[in-house]
T-cell receptor
Framework: AQKVTQAQTEISVVEKEDVTLDCVYE???????LFWYKQPPSGELVFLIR??????QNEISGRYSWNFQKSTSSFNFTITASQVVDSAVYFC??????????FGAGTILRVKS | SAVISQKPSRDICQRGTSLTIQCQVD?????MFWYRQQPGQSLTLIAT?????????ESGFVIDKFPISRPNLTFSTLTVSNMSPEDSSIYLC??????????????FGEGSRLTVL
């Protein structure tokens, strides 16, 4: 069965600090997809990244970077030089195909100025 | 990328009543999804809606409680029936970008925040 664990319920950092959000997943499939979404206080879900199980290459997009390690079943998300606007709930999600996403519990990130 | 509009954005409802949430997409999509996010919780898939067929419900969700319509490729409705305070949640509509059947990027509407008194 699919499962996504985001062990960090809430993280508080001061602006300009780097912060890493952890995501550990469980799946029996060899083909699967991993996602990160951001949910700001306004409530909408903002897509950040999708990664398939055959692509372990790390990705960097501006201040965001993702570290995918199949050996530890982890897909961690790092924000470099955090900003107040990064304050949100971040969800990691997994799909084994068929477009059904299983979400983690989410991590609340609070960035203080 | 798909633009999704949901109505209502929020509502306060009385126990025992029903409310229909609308989801409109600016492009044709094969599959539409309805998720529920209870207060302080993560998202849970309620059902998948394909045009021209009955929705497929996930474990724990039934059609009598959450009837879904999908009359065309750009529109769907979710009804929350006979509401109780436990139904207070954000209900989100989601669509996939792309027709390949592969799990592409899923776009979400802004959600409909329901409070049941």
């Amino acid at each position: 069965a699919q499962k996504v664990t985001q062990a960090q319920t809430e993280i508080s950092v001061v602006e300009k600090e780097d912060v890493t959000l952890d995501c550990v997943y469980e799946t029996r499939d060899t083909t699967y997809y991993l996602f990160w979404y951001k949910q700001p206080p306004s409530g909408e879900l903002v897509f950040l990244i999708r990664r398939n199980s055959f692509d372990e290459q790390n990705e960097i997009s501006g201040r965001y970077s993702w570290n995918f390690q199949k050996s530890t079943s982890s897909f961690n998300f790092t924000i470099t030089a955090s900003q107040v606007v990064d304050s949100a709930v971040y969800f990691c999600a997994l799909s084994e195909g068929g477009n059904k996403l299983v979400f983690g519990a989410g991590t609340i990130l609070r960035v203080k100025s | 990328s798909a633009v999704i509009s949901q109505k209502p954005s929020r509502d306060i409802c009385q126990r025992g009543t029903s409310l229909t949430i609308q989801c409109q997409v600016d492009s044709q999509v094969t599959m539409m999804f309805w998720y529920r996010q209870q207060p302080g919780q993560s998202l849970t898939l309620i059902a998948t809606a394909n045009q021209g067929s009955e929705a497929t419900y996930e474990s724990g969700f039934v059609i009598d409680k959450f009837p879904i319509s999908r009359p065309n490729l750009t529109f769907s409705t979710l009804t929350v029936s006979n509401m109780s305070p436990e139904d207070s949640s954000i209900y989100l509509c989601s669509v996939e970008d792309g027709w390949t059947g592969d799990t592409g990027e899923l776009f979400f509407g802004e959600g409909s925040r329901l409070t049941v008194l």
